[in-house]
């Protein structure tokens, strides 16, 4: 995707064009007769207001992994491009807002959560695009190609997406390759990137401690914090490994790597499913000390539907594999309170989980979450997204009379 001279929305993949919207060529259309002009707007709520309206039913035609994958491919070649890279930046650069956490500096509290970028294959833009971290992935120890197709699906009219992609990727060596050319250029994102660890689905559970081990080992040198994940619904078996004994080993093997000496500590991190039950996750929470972890991830998507009456929602829900989008964002936040209550603060939380807007990433923050993620909300909102939620929360901050964005954390438990 470029966003160079009139040239709002271009997509072009495998030199086929799939989509090309102009400001000019926009401007001049009946739909903007009808409304309000485009040129009415300040330049990113044009930009929005072109994506809600325009692009968004345009891209929602297609099967939505498909389109997941020409965006990607097209971002990845604008990643290439330096007058694509400052494009994006003049329309989409956020505010600072920064965040000192796990020994790093968040340019903004706002981050891309994984799955949008399982092979780092965008890895400059999603800096360009005004976000204050990225986490790529999740990435196993083996290559894998996933699920059968079709495995993603939209529930429009709830802000919802299901998914059973079952960690597609190309594998820790094969990203870590990738991570390397990304650093050795010069485009290199000045935020922290984080990498999600999964399990490769052909490695028993008994195995699993070496298999995350494994791919810990060879991203190691290339990211700036890791997330374990073992609450995805779509890797058969994976949520046992939320179990404490099962957790503890794989943790303590990572720590193990981490604290040879043979190179910089990374912060450690665990993503918990939204399904767990209160107890469960204060089971978690035992291994924080023990196992040095440097924060939880709340939360994955769940295996539960909400109700609806919408016909093609209905469909979408029952399809297998895992929800995310607006219907998680109460369930997250509930997830996200607890945590905080119960580590009283002292563990840092990044929420996720139905993030659209300033205010429900404020929610999240004033539950106790010190960072932000998003992704179904990207794909429901546009590129414009981070920039418009830190908008968003300074006002929030100046309304309330505070300072630092740390001065929220908390504050509706």
């Known amino acids: 995707m470029a966003y160079t001279n009139n040239r709002l929305f271009s997509v072009n993949t495998k030199g086929k064009k799939i989509f090309s919207i102009t400001e000019s060529n926009f401007v001049d259309s009946k739909l903007t007769r009808r409304s309000t002009p485009v040129r009415d707007f300040p330049k990113v709520g044009r930009v929005s207001w072109l994506y809600h309206h325009i692009v ?36 989409y650069a956020a505010q600072e807002l920064p965040v000192e956490l796990f020994g790093l500096r968040f ?74 050319e990304w650093q050795t250029s010069s485009r290199w994102p000045k935020h922290p ?5 999964g399990k490769s689905k052909v490695t028993p559970l008994d ?33 046992q490994l939320q179990d404490k004994a099962a957790l503890d080993e794989i ?16 912060p450690i991190l665990v993503k918990v499913a939204p399904d767990l039950t209160f107890e469960a996750l204060d089971e978690i929470l035992e291994l924080a000390g023990p196992r040095n972890l440097a924060g939880i991830v709340a939360t ?13 929602s209905l469909r979408t829900y029952a399809e297998t594999g895992g ?21 009283k603060g002292s563990l840092p939380i990044i929420g996720v989980g139905g993030v659209f807007n300033a205010s429900d990433a404020w929610e999240k923050i004033a539950a106790g979450a010190s960072l932000v993620q998003v992704y179904t909300g990207l794909v429901y909102e546009g590129p414009s997204i981070a920039k418009n939620i830190v908008s968003g929360l300074q006002r929030k901050l100046t309304e309330r009379g505070l300072k630092n964005l740390r001065d929220a954390v908390g504050i509706g438990d």
């Open 56 to 91: 968004r039913p345009v891209l929602f035609t297609q099967d939505s992994e498909r389109i997941h994958n020409h965006t990607l491919a097209a971002l990845g070649w604008a990643s290439r491009q330096s007058a694509s890279l400052r494009a994006a930046n003049d329309f």
């Open 107 to 180: 340019p903004n509290p706002i981050g891309l959560a994984a799955g949008m970028d399982k092979q780092a294959a965008a890895v400059p833009m999603w800096a360009a695009l005004g976000f204050g971290f990225s986490e790529l992935g999740g990435v196993t120890w083996h290559a894998q190609s996933g699920n059968e197709l079709p495995r993603m699906f939209r529930a429009v009219a709830d802000g919802a997406l299901v998914n059973r992609m079952g960690f597609n990727n190309s594998g820790a060596d094969a990203m870590a390759a990738r991570l390397a």
């Open 193 to 197: 990137v984080g990498v999600n660890l």
């Open 207 to 239: 195995k699993a401690a070496e298999d995350y081990a494994n791919s810990f080992r060879a991203l190691r040198p290339y990211a700036d914090f890791f997330v374990v994940n073992v609450s995805s619904p779509n890797t058969p078996n994976l949520r």
């Open 251 to 266: 943790l303590s093997e990572i720590q193990r790597i981490n604290s040879d000496g043979t190179g910089t500590l990374k």
């Open 300 to 312: 994955n998507t769940t295996i539960v539907r909400p109700e609806t009456k919408d016909a093609a």
């Open 323 to 343: 929800l995310s989008g607006a219907p998680l964002r109460v369930r997250s936040t509930e997830i996200i309170r607890h945590l905080h209550r119960q580590t």
